[in-house]
């Protein structure tokens, strides 16, 4: 059964969008993706550091998803502010 699965073409029956398979285009823009450079962006002024943080805290910011290090770096902006310790 699995040398006919392998032989025969995929047919979608239109029902699981998710399920649908990839138009020639979407294939060469997940192609150009993949070729593209990943990484900080050209210009970025983020600097790469280590830091401990407790458990608890961590984990809380990782709860919410992607970006938890987004969302830690606006939590301590917002302190900083809100403590006039930024340089205006």
Known sequence: MARVR???PYVWDGKDPDDRPLTEQEMLEGIEAARR??????????????????RDILDAFKAAGPG???????????????HKLLPE
């Open 68 to 82: 938890w290090q987004t969302r830690i770096n606006a939590a301590l902006r917002e302190w900083l502010e809100a």
């Open 37 to 54: 450079r990943r990484g900080r962006p050209v210009g970025s002024d983020k600097e790469s550091t280590t830091i401990r943080f407790d």
């Open 6 to 8: 392998a032989n025969s």
